[in-house]
């Protein structure tokens, strides 16, 4: 019996590309200056939502064509973003405020509980900026609209997922935790690494995208 030989033409699988050093430094500044357009867009305050919903909307379109915006892209979602992302941005800064007395209030003993109050006032916060990350990422897959419906279904979906909510409250604890202790000139550009981690996050165990509003 006449043995067979394999054949030798059958071409081997392609090895997976690897990522070269200058593939992840460009990524890296890409991010960077994500941070810093977020920053600027924010400067009038009430415009910080509309902001990181165009960040996060460019983001998004980043990780599914490989590719990031063109600029008018992004301004067409800016101004769409306004009028609903300006009085999300009055609520969150209110919240944010109310938040920061207590904690400065416990902080300086002028409200009872001491440390166990402080702590867990400290863990409702990073809870609560952890939701409000999930559902920044949810805006940003309806193109940086829809605030009203992603917040009620990243709401529904947190208890169901709660290993994401965690962990989604701890890169936006380390965040604000880094953003204290580095020079302000470096705060936008730790927005735009955690941006980009929550999506990478929520990427594993996606929300189903919210109607836009």
Known sequence: MTAVSAPTDVPAHPAPARADWRDTLREATDLALLGFAVAVAALPVLTLAPAVATASAALHDRSVTGAWPDARTSLTRFGR?????????????????LLAADL??????????????LALTAVVVAVLLGYAGLVAVAVGRTAGRGWRAAAVRV?????????VWAAASGVCALAVVLGVLVTPVAVPILGGYALAALHALDARHPVPAPEPS
């Open 104 to 117: 400065l209030a416990l902080t300086t003993g002028r409200v009872p509980g001491g440390g166990p109050a």
């Open 81 to 97: 973003a306004l009028p609903a992302g300006s009085a999300v941005s009055a609520v969150a800064l209110a919240a944010v405020a």
């Open 155 to 163: 709401a529904r979906s947190c208890p169901e997922r709660p290993g």
